[in-house]
């Protein structure tokens, strides 16, 4: 079964901290992983994707097999960066679905 | 351009009646997507199109729901009897390719209440 999971509902930073929103996966096979992010008012958009191993707004992500797990970082945050983040997994075998994580509210403080 | 667009954006209905959910993809996208996204929930996959037909429909929760898009374009999610467990968010996605691997891009979402 394809699984995603974020162990934290609420992760709170103040400006400038580093941030870590944990992601962790079940799945048989070799998914891809992405992070997608929904700033208020604004629809859920991707911000990145493993297989393009690229930083975006400061943010990367690994994905480790042995660990089953697509961690999100930033070294720094912004306030900017406050909104939700939902991990998702999709299928490597025709399976086009993405399935979701519960998401990860991040909040950014002053 | 203009990206994946929803209506209505809200529909507030009681329970029993029927509903229909639009959504417009992206123009050239052949992929589409519908998801259900509860409150405190992560959205859920429920049936997916490939041109006019559904190539995965194993997310649909069970017979009262069904989604057809007749030319390839515009989708509609269809509810019948609604309970009031259906009330949520309402995703819908678009992604190019003709094997539906591009990026998925989503709709704003119609939130759904069901009195």
């Known amino acids: 079964a394809q699984r995603v999971t974020q162990p934290e509902k609420l992760l709170s930073v103040f400006k400038g901290a580093p941030v870590e929103l944990k992601c962790n996966y079940s799945y048989s096979g070799s998914p891809e992983l992405f992070w997608y992010v929904q700033y208020s008012r604004q629809r859920l958009q991707l911000l990145l994707r493993?297989?393009s191993r690229e930083s975006i707004k400061g943010f990367t992500a690994d994905l480790n097999k042995g660990e089953t797990s697509f961690h999100l970082k930033k070294p720094f945050a912004q306030e900017e960066d406050s909104a939700m983040y939902y991990c998702?997994?999709?299928?490597?075998?025709?399976?086009?679905?993405?399935?979701f994580g519960t998401g990860t509210r991040l909040l950014v403080s002053p | 351009g203009a990206g994946v667009s929803q209506t209505p954006s809200n529909k507030v209905t009681e329970k029993g009646k029927y509903v229909e959910l639009r959504c417009d993809p992206i123009?050239?996208?052949?992929?589409l997507y519908w998801y259900r996204q509860s409150l405190g929930q992560g959205p859920e996959f429920l049936i997916y199109?490939?041109?006019?037909?559904?190539?995965?429909d194993s997310g649909l929760p069970n017979d009262r729901f069904f989604a057809v898009r007749p030319e390839g374009s515009v989708s509609t999610l269809k509810i019948q009897r609604t309970e009031r467990g259906d009330s949520a968010v309402y995703l819908c996605?678009?992604?190019?390719?003709?094997?539906?691997?591009?990026?998925?891009?989503f709709g704003p979402g119609t939130r759904l209440t069901v009195t």
């Open positions: 493993h297989i």
């Open positions: 123009s050239g996208h052949t992929a």
């Open positions: 996605a678009s992604s190019l390719g003709t094997s539906g691997s591009g990026e998925q891009y």
């Open positions: 199109f490939q041109g006019t037909g559904a190539a995965d």
């Open positions: 998702a997994l999709k299928g490597h075998t025709g399976f086009q679905k993405l399935v």
